[in-house]
């Protein structure tokens, strides 16, 4: 019989706070951390049709974990390294005591480095001296920088992976996490999402794919609006989230704090388009279906979704066309959010960030508002949808991402069993 | 060779910075690996950094002969004499001697 997994240990880096409970407090209350760009001083943000990002602020790696690893590893990284930290404290998993073979890292994260990669390669091609490349250009830029620090800083010796399918990145660690401890190759595995890509070319390369919102640069905290009428594209954002994911039995054997199970999961492609997701939204309802059969519940189960709704008008569209699709008439009986509302798109974060918010939805029993969902788009209005923070006692959660490459994922949690 | 003490001076404040320890408290003699705790990757960092402040390039058949810092001091101040040092490449220089005063 397959071990069931459960999730014991939350951590966060995010435009509204860094750590669980700052993040929480602020989603509760629908606090934006969308503000204008500053960071790409003295670079001028004249050229750019979007100026706004959720930035994480005032961030200082050396104030988190020790400088001798944090100083090593680009920005998304140490992102990752903060949020393991925290999530490692809040589960009690103590390292000493566990078979360090048997606790692997798993990190989803889409563009890696880019900070450094950026400052490199246009240092290179300004002034053509490839020997003054820096030596740890390499190290720092390949993708799986986050997974391998992680493990060095925590001895964690099991399978180390790095999963990197754009902004649906850290829903697969968290799928593929579930399938290691299930499949008896680890007992815990420190799951991961991170990006810090609010980088001049990344940036540009986002505004190019006419991706972004640009009709609110004046007026940041609208400018993410899920399911709202006026939405004109996504906000990126920065952050990183960490879920401990253990056996239940390794969690018995511990008496570990238990916020919820993790309980299925469904790894898809369309097969479509690059950046455009199929109109009528079968495959991410198909996505969604074979993960709550892999959790053994039905549609009607579902109490809440965690939408990937990043805010463009296509997505969004296509991911309610989809909820209905498959939960039909008890579509508008789900309590839905968006937590990009909130924060932006965190790329390769926002799997992570998300499965929080569903875990801590069925752990407390309160849902996060969808900021600015002033005015329901009639093409994607959901009764569940508010612009208020919700209560119920939710038993089922689903979690939603898509990435660029027509790529899809679905995550269930449920309530832990008492 | 005449020690020039502003090179060892910016080299151990170099160090110093990258360790974070008190430049004085960096001796000379001081092994890079065994009494600074360098790994190899580490050197490399370094003797990127001293590549910057003293505006040189250090060929790959020279990092051998660089074990402690008096070497390294050494090495500087010699490539810093020869102001027609070769560039890399051109002329392969044979390795050092850890004394680090053979010439290039």
Redesign the interface.
Known sequence: MRSRVVVTGLGIVSPIGIGVSDFWKAALVGQSGISAITSFDPFPMDGYRSKVAGQVRDFAVERFVD?AHGERVDRYAQFALVAAKEALADSGIQMAKENLHRVGVIVGAGMGGMVMGEREITQLYQQQKP??V???FIPVITLNSASGIIAMVYGAKGPNLTISTACSSSAHALGQALHCIREGRADVVITVGADASITPLVFAGFCSLRALSSKFNDHPEKASRPFDRLRDGFIMGEGAGTLILESVAHAKKRKARVYAEIAGYAATSEAYHMVIPREDGLEVAHTMRLALADAGVTPAQVDYINAHATSTTIGDAVEVRAIRRLFKSSADKIAISATKSLIGHTLGAAGAIGGIASVLALHTGQIHPTANYDDPDPVCALAGLSRSAQERRVKVALLNAFGFGSNNAAVVFKRAAS | MATDPTISLRIRTALGKYLKRDPATILTTQHLRDDLGLDSMAVIELLYRIEEAFDLQIPDQDLVGLANVGHVVNYVEMRLEKTASPAPNKKPAKPSKPKGKKKI
Do not use: E, L
């Open positions: 400088s020997y003054r820096h030596p740890n």
